[in-house]
């Protein structure tokens, strides 16, 4: 668990997922109505986000109640790379050592542009660290503007196209950190 100014950072448990999807629900409705193609359809689903509670894969940002979702995926062999990373294009990956992955991330709407993704991938690099990992990976949609701005600004570099496993494309980001 990390605090930052008043913030923290935990690990997500079951009695959060209301919470949870409350913000998934938040992120499709700013989504729509910013003509982003992303998470329109049932994903991410509850069952996702209950599967990754049960692996201690995901995290919640609390103010006075919870107001951000992230999901944490350490990938530290080829055996246990993200599939739909396997493949990239119009570019390359800065390196093929192992990698922390964010997925599923989302801030409440009435939140944004305040840090908390900032705090976020912070969170993410501190986690890679402590496990030897000195890369951190994420992919969002190309027309994501809000969340582009988001890995730019943490420093992230673009390193190509990668597709979903229902073949949408998505841009693929790199932060090599220390």
């Not at 294009?89 to 993704?117: C, F, Q």
């Not at 582009?148 to 229902?166: H, N, P, Q, S």
Request: charged fraction near 30%.
């Amino acid at each position: 668990m990390l605090v930052y100014l008043m913030r923290m950072i935990r690990l997500a448990n079951e009695k959060d997922i209301d919470a949870i999807m409350a913000i998934v629900k938040d992120a499709k409705a700013s989504m729509k109505e910013n003509h982003i193609d992303q998470w329109q359809g049932d994903y991410p689903q509850k069952e996702i986000f209950l599967e990754d509670i049960s692996n201690g894969n995901c995290y919640v940002v609390e103010e006075d109640s919870i107001i951000g979702v992230m999901c944490m995926f350490l990938r530290e062999s080829e055996l246990d790379n993200e599939d739909n990373y396997d493949y990239i294009e119009e570019g390359d990956w800065l390196n093929h050592d192992s990698y922390v992955v964010v997925h599923r991330s989302a801030i409440l709407s009435k939140y944004k542009g305040k840090g908390y993704m900032q705090q976020m991938f912070e969170y993410a690099k501190e986690y890679a660290l402590k496990h030897g990992i000195n890369n951190l990976r994420v992919d969002t949609h190309k027309d994501n503007l809000p969340m582009r701005k988001a890995i730019k600004k943490y420093g992230f570099v673009e390193c190509g196209v990668v597709y979903m496993y229902d073949q949408t494309k998505r841009l693929a980001f790199m932060k090599v950190i220390s």
